[in-house]
């Protein structure tokens, strides 16, 4: 069964769900990930997509459908959605999809962790950027000893400010709340706590799947 992984920028996130893809074969689909992919393909909508972020627009609802939609219909196991959906629109056009292609939501998973805490790993936090156009966080799954031997380059994001952060948070809480709010109406939404070590915040995820 898909699960939605949710969870402010620098909750963990992307770590948790790549250790969710090593052991329990699910599949991590990133909308980040997909869109650069895209990009990085060459393909017009590739073009239509550097075109809308350039304008510093955001990609709208039914072209991320129609993206996602692409990479979900070849999908063979479960997958973990991650940065999707972020508004209650979104939650619902995910439902139809899920439907239309014969898969169905699980549980909504939302990793928690205090705003002060998020900026004070997002301040600090290194990206690496590999050859084939693919982002890497560097932590506990991803090292800088990784990224130099796969030929990446170690980065910060400019977005990575104090101010930057506190800004995206703000964001992030007016278009999460009411998407939280969307699932814990319908039964699927559930917490754990972020700030843990890593290996015990998917000790806590393994619990919640289990349940």
């Known amino acids: 069964m898909d699960i939605v992984l949710m969870g402010a920028p620098g909750a963990g996130k992307g770590t948790q769900a790549e250790q969710l893809e090593k052991q329990l074969h699910y599949m991590h689909i990133s909308t ?88 004070a790993r997002l301040s600090t936090r290194k990206q690496c950027k590999l050859p084939n156009g693919e982002t890497k966080q560097i932590g506990p799954n991803f090292s800088l000893e990784d990224c130099k031997a796969q030929g990446g380059e170690v980065f910060t994001r400019k977005d990575d400010t104090p101010e930057s952060i506190a800004h995206r948070l703000s964001v992030y809480h007016k278009q999460t709340a009411p998407v939280a709010d969307f699932y814990r109406a319908a039964g699927r939404f559930v917490e754990v706590n972020g700030d843990q070590a890593p290996d015990q915040v998917f000790a806590d995820l393994l619990t919640v799947l289990k349940a």
């Open 32 to 119: 980040g990930d997909v869109l650069r992919k895209e990009m990085a393909s060459g393909s017009e909508l590739g073009k239509e997509i550097s075109a809308v972020i350039n304008r510093g627009d955001l990609i709208p609802d039914d072209m991320m459908l129609s993206i996602l939609k692409k990479v979900v219909s070849g999908a063979k196991g479960d997958i973990i959605f991650d940065g999707f959906p972020r508004t209650v629109k979104q939650a619902e056009m995910l439902d139809k999809m899920l439907c239309e292609l014969g898969r169905k939501l699980g549980k909504v998973i939302n990793v928690s962790l205090a705003d002060e805490v998020v900026i």
